[in-house]
């Protein structure tokens, strides 16, 4: 599913990943851990193409997307990634069911295709209630839900999380690790994450450890 070869990025004259390679097989949960400054978000970014690689090849569903030009890059993108972020990057103006509708309709989807798809996610997800609601009037478990719905909304080929829970309280955190293993049941969903957190990092398929921007376990 995920194939990264070689992957090496440098900020001037500091190198902050030194040849990472790795791979993901479809449907596995993997967590990828590893102190502040390992390179961690920097190689999640790449994975999920908001970053560039100074070097190496990353293959994402059969597509080598290091080669894929800006508008062809942007469509893969959108079709088969979706970002769950710490703090959620929800838009303030728009409902729940509005941002878990955005990337269906920039996908080109039609918007009543879209509204019937996010309903069934806010259903399948306990948020019934929470359709009608701007993210100022969520919970900070409700927002990473509804973030999580929007990830899925187009059925990427994977989900790459950074620190997921890192803003949540304990019975919440809880609730959004038990969501990553029901995305995966019900949606066949693959998700890399990011993470500080050593239960969420001990309860997944697998854990690949950092350190000085080199895989040291996996």
Known sequence: MITATDIHKSFGNLEVLKGISLHVEKGEIVSIVGPSGAGKTTLLQIIGTLDKASSGRIE???TEVSSLKDKALSDFRNKEIGFIFQFHQLLPEFTALENIMIPALIGGTQKKEAERKAKELLEMLNL???FDHKP???SGGEKQRVAAARAV????SVVLADEPSGSLD???KEELHHLFF???EK???TIVIVTHDEHLASISDRIIELRDGQVVHS
């Open 128 to 130: 019934t209630d929470r």
């Open 170 to 172: 304990s019975k919440n």
């Open 60 to 62: 994402i569903n059969g």
């Open 182 to 184: 029901d995305l995966r």
């Open 187 to 189: 949606l066949n969903q």
């Open 153 to 156: 909304i187009n059925q990427p």
């Open 136 to 138: 100022s009037e969520l």
